[in-house]
């Protein structure tokens, strides 16, 4: 019996179809669509800093001239105007352009004025279009500035029945001064908004020196300004290479005060986010942390926003330091964020590529050379006719009644005008199409110096289109009043985003904010046990102990203090003085504070000191000076200082404060050399300090040599030998040394 065939053979195809290579077919199609999306939709125009569907609302507002100042309309019957005439899009996301160009808090310069409910930074969405209503703002003006006068180029709509600009001339440059974002396929733009102002300025200065560098132009644009406001916490060296090769991304910060309270309380107001950030969504993060006690600083966050921001964080207790409390805000919420820049644009509205700053700016000036150019010759064209025109009314003015006679009597006026007078077809249409009551207004003076005027101008324009110095003259004389309208000391003018330098937060304890600084004084026993007084307690003789224990060290602190324990295995152990156990019982072993290993007895306790350094040495003899920078640990394990081989172990830790070092060995044998002798390390064996023949090292002393060497006896009292004294006990590094002088305790310790 015969097997049936796994893979059928293809149908034959149907008639009047055609036969595709799928893969062809789908890489033809969507390379259409990708170039559908790139040009039609996500990225903006080099030259007028806007996408297709922002270009076709001006224009359609234009249309049905919303100019400022005038009546608004209904944006129902802009959308509807728009969508039919020029962009065969979904209404919804028409309107959604046109209320993104009316938001100050989304647009650095709003296009368009709105009238009714269009949104807030909560993140509410406008109204329907149906209840709002809009018309331009002096801003969009100057975006179509010239745009009756050829000043661009114009297409046919998608039906064919209307023309669309493909460009619009901007007077302001809106690429950078309102910035753009979108993402199409395989390509993505991003760019903030920029002080118009400064990009004028900036603007000026390229026309000036045309191969100034985007470093260079940065001493004009130092940066983004966010509608928002903000803080830019970026260096400059980051800055600049953003703008270098337009691609990074911008660190902003929320803008906050502090706000004094009753009896010594305050508050952090927060009076601006950042730019993009949803206040509403903000202050339900921060209380979703504050309930998840991920932020232990902050006791509660309100918004008393009216029609400004206003955001209040109220901290736990009034010992918190406020600028540690936003680090860590900072760090966990949207109050800081990253803005990307992306300078991906359509370089003269054909090509994407990603621009520097100069680069952008000098796509936005070439354009308006363009339109001046296209101006200039427009108006010459319009001068012309004028002329023409004028020519054939003077003729009028000096024959006025033999041209009424002529177009009374004549069968072909048109023709016997022309014969008569020498007249062109034009000036012949224009004279029968003048009214009579017009002509009685005619005057010879009037006519010649309209004429006169009309020659002046038109030899300025020759000269400005013919010499391209004079226009760039033209073109900074225009920028100049663009600056003027948008002068640093008005309202819309001035600069809201600010720059700063970003605190170095990585040496920042953010927890001992949360500690209220208070005195205690620290208690440690032979055996190993410790806890805290309250307050500084100089007289410790009625303090309990547990069995034989006793007194081992005991120093004043803070409750933000941090201890540092040296155990015999050669490493330093990092305790917080606030959560030392209270000085109401024994205390607790500091074996259940750190990691200490087993058999390690505990060598040290001390008050760290930023800064401090310190006498290290074992018992073999070896030692170095460590900062205590150094020796802070974050974590239990403890870190690793002196290293030892067994069975040497930790003997000493002083204060490395003076000029000489004194060791006294096992042995009773005293040695003084020079501190300059030990290096500095921050781990390690070490160098010898003392020669031995049997044991090792007792104890070790820092001290200055003019002050003399210092140490006490058994019953408490000080001796000390001073310079002249010690002579025969001062030597090199890694001798033997000397017995000690008479009076030094037989404990071999310095006391």
Known sequence: MARTPTNPPPSPPVPGSDVVNLREALEERYLAYALSTIMGRALPDARDGLKPVHRRILYGMHILKLDPGTAFKKCAKIVGDVMGSFHPHGDQAIYDALVRLAQDFASRYPMIEGQGNFGNIDGDSAAAYRYTEARMTDVARLLLEGIEEDAVDFRENYSGDQKEPIVLPSAVPNLLANGAQGIAVGMATSIPPHNVSELCDAA????????????????????????????????????????????????????????????????????EIPYGVQ?????????????????????????????????????????????????????????????????????????????????????????????????????????????????????VYLHLDEVIRIIRE??????????????????????????????????????????????????????????????????????????????????????????????????????EAMIEREPVTVVVTEKGWIRALKGHVADLANLQFKGDDGLKVSFFAETTSKLLVLAANGKVFTLEASKLPGGRGFG?????????????????????????????????????????????????????????????????????????????????????????????????????????????????????????LTWKDSAGRNFTVHKAELTEWIGARAEAGRLPPKGFPKSNRFG
Do not use: C
């Open 588 to 708: 607790e072993p500091i074996r259940l504070m750190a990691d200490i290993e087993e058999g390690a007895e505990i060598v040290s306790v001390l008050l760290y000191t930023p800064g401090v350094k310190m006498l290290i040495a074992g018992s073999d003899g070896r030692g170095f000076v460590v900062s205590q920078d150094e020796m802070i640990s974050s974590t239990r394990k403890g870190r690793g200082v002196l290293n030892l081989d067994a069975p040497s172990t930790a003997t000493v830790l002083a204060p490395a404060i003076g000029d000489h070092v004194a060791t006294i060995g096992e042995n009773r044998k005293l040695l003084v050399f020079p501190i300059a002798d030990v290096p500095e390390m921050s781990r390690g064996k070490g160098v010898r300090l003392q020669r031995y023949k049997d044991g090792g090292i007792s104890d070790a002393r820092v001290f200055a040599m003019a002050d003399g």
């Open 204 to 271: 000026l200065y390229l026309i000036t020196h045309p191969t100034a560098s985007s470093d260079q132009l940065m001493s004009f644009v130092p940066g983004p300004d966010f509608p928002t406001g903000g803080i830019i916490v970026d260096t400059p060296e980051q800055l600049a290479e953003t703008y270098r090769t337009g691609r990074g991304s911008f660190r902003v910060r929320s803008r906050w005060f502090k706000e004094e309270g009753a009896r010594g309380m305050w508050n952090v107001v927060v009076t």
């Open 410 to 511: 004549e069968d072909e006026p048109k023709q016997a005008l022309m014969a008569r007078f020498t007249l062109t077809e034009v000036q012949a249409n224009y004279i029968l199409d003048t009214r009579l009551r017009s002509l009685r207004r005619l005057e010879e003076m009037q006519l010649r110096k309209e004429y006169d005027e009309l020659v002046a101008e038109k030899a300025g324009l020759d000269g400005l289109v013919s010499d391209e110095a004079q226009q760039w003259k033209t073109i900074t004389w225009q920028i100049r009043e663009v600056r003027k309208k948008f002068n640093p000391e008005t309202r819309v003018g001035k600069r809201r985003t600010t720059f700063e330098i970003a605190p170095q937060t990585s040496d920042i304890d953010l927890t």
């Open 279 to 395: 206040k509403s969504r903000l202050i339900e993060k921060l209380a979703e942390l504050i309930n998840d006690k991920k932020l232990p600083f902050v006791a509660d966050v309100r918004d008393e926003s009216a029609e400004d921001v206003r955001v209040v964080l109220e901290p736990r207790n009034r010992t918190i330091d406020p600028a540690m409390m936003m680090e860590s805000l900072y760090k966990l919420s949207e109050l800081e964020s990253r803005f990307p820049m992306n300078m991906n644009v359509l370089v003269d509205g054909v090509v994407p590529r990603v621009l520097s700053l100069s680069e952008a700016l000098r796509q936005w000036l070439d354009h308006r050379r363009d339109v001046l150019l296209r101006r200039s010759r427009h108006r010459l064209a319009e001068i012309a006719h004028r002329l023409e025109v004028l020519a054939g009314m003077l003729i």
